[in-house]
């Protein structure tokens, strides 16, 4: 996790019944993110701590767990014994974002707050300081393959001003409808973790889906730079 830029493959893409292929083929992403919907937060169903056990041992990257529950503050622990390295959970259902976050640092992984698109970056205030990453959804969470909200962008530029007046800097991950098309302008906003599911999943050749990804956020950044 060294560069300036993340790429972030969505496991919800792949195909299952070939997981341990599929992951060979992103090994030159930097994480793999690892959707967690529980039919409840979200009208989906799909992984459980087990899965992300086997798919950290099986890919070797760090994984990237994005809890889509009602529950995070009674799960989350479940995540972090499985091996997850850095555990985004749901502000709108979590109880107590403060102890969730201490707990995940506790833990030894890095603690990160989801937002749902109709979320303001506001709500963030009292806990940035805290956070090792802000994960801003793109699309309404529940489904991979949706098309990029674009007020994110102007939602990234604020989280940014947000950032600067506090003095800290987040990892920022953006997730949903992220393509090699689009990764420019939301590493412009301020982005540098890019979720990636159908554009690298339904791309024939998936390293050459996540090159370009990559590619065209890091020609943003040293623009911006
Ligand atoms: O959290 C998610 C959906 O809730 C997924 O991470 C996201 O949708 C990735 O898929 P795609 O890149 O196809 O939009
Ligand atoms: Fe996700």
């Known amino acids: 996790m060294s560069d300036s830029v993340l790429i972030a493959p969505s496991i919800l893409s792949a195909d299952y019944l070939r997981l341990s292929d599929e992951l ?21 169903l799909t992984f459980g701590p087990d899965m992300l056990r086997a798919v950290a041992a099986a890919s070797g990257l760090p994984v990237d767990a994005h809890l889509m529950v009602s529950n995070p503050d009674e799960v989350t622990e479940k995540y972090l014994d499985a091996g997850a390295s850095i555990v985004s959970f749901h502000y709108e259902a979590a109880l107590h974002a403060h102890r969730l976050v201490q707990l995940i640092k506790d833990r030894g992984a890095k ?12 709500v963030l205030e009292p806990i940035l300081d805290d956070l090792d990453m802000v994960l801003v959804m793109s699309v309404n969470p529940g489904f991979g393959g949706q098309t990029f909200i ?22 920022v991950e953006v997730d949903g409808g992220i393509s090699a098309r689009n990764v420019a302008e939301v590493t412009a906003s301020g982005a540098n973790v890019f979720v990636a599911g159908s554009a690298v999943f339904g791309s024939a050749d998936r390293a050459a889906a996540i090159a370009d990804i990559r590619a065209n956020a890091v020609a943003a950044v040293s623009k911006t730079a």
């Open 24 to 44: 060979e083929q992103v090994s030159s992403a930097d994480l793999i993110h690892f959707d967690v919907m529980d039919g409840h937060f979200v009208p989906n």
């Open 150 to 171: 674009e007020s994110t962008l102007r939602k990234l530029r604020r989280l940014r001003r947000m950032c600067d007046e506090h003095g800290v800097s987040p990892l």
């Open 111 to 122: 603690a990160s707050i989801a937002l749902n698109p109709a979320t303001p970056v506001s």
